[in-house]
């Protein structure tokens, strides 16, 4: 999950895609096209598989506001986490890869687009995947040069119509340690074009 792993990982920040790169993620929004912003709240089950073997929970809020600012809100966080109450995750937003990614590589594989990508300027950063369909975001795996690799998988439901992640799952083996984290997303309040119309009529 995002905030995890910027909270216990180096998550990368995710430059110019080709055309049907472009397509392809434009596509991919496309049931979220008429959507201003919402919020959720975020519930994280963490795992730390190597020693010291510690277990914690993460509460707080998600919110996305278009055109890609998606941010989260940790209530409490573990005193090794303090000043990571408030993260960025914006590398879970497709739209914001092309400003930090170039795509080497672009096929499809049943309904999925698996992009292959490289970071402008990130020199720890060896590779990124990741597959999207018609819904959005499913996977992104950021492989580092140390031989590390943080591997994000994205679960979706449907509020209101609109394709949001439900359950991220994510898998950071960095040279110093191993983590796992499962996030649940719950509560959502979704607000539209028309709806933002709507109150500006009254």
């Known amino acids: 999950m995002a905030a995890t792993i910027v909270l216990l990982g180096e998550a990368p920040t995710p430059t110019a895609p080709s055309e049907e790169a472009a397509r392809v993620v434009a596509l991919s929004s496309n049931r979220s096209s008429a ?3 919402y919020t959720s709240r975020l519930h994280v089950d963490v795992a730390l598989c190597s020693f010291p073997f510690l277990k914690f929970h993460l509460n707080g809020t998600m919110a996305f506001k278009r055109p890609n600012l998606y941010s989260v809100h940790f ?17 879970l937003v497709p739209m914001t890869w092309p400003e930090h990614y ?6 499809r594989e049943g309904g999925r ?11 720890h950063i060896k590779g990124v995947h990741a597959e999207l369909d018609n819904d959005g975001l499913r996977r992104i795996t950021w ?3 140390n031989g590390g690799n943080i591997d994000v998988q994205v679960t979706p439901s449907t509020v209101d119509g609109v394709p949001v992640p439900s359950v991220e799952d994510a898998d950071i083996k960095l040279p110093t340690y191993h983590v796992t984290a499962h996030a649940t997303f719950t509560d959502y309040k979704i607000v539209t074009d028309s ?3 709507g109150e500006r009529a009254r």
């Open 102 to 107: 170039d795509i080497t590589s672009l096929k």
């Open 195 to 197: 709806e933002a119309n």
């Open 113 to 123: 687009a698996l992009f292959e990508m490289r970071d402008k300027v990130d020199g």
């Open 75 to 91: 209530e409490h966080v573990p005193w090794f986490g303090k000043g990571f109450e408030d993260l960025k995750a914006d590398p």
């Open 35 to 37: 959507v201003q912003s």
């Open 143 to 145: 492989m580092y040069v």
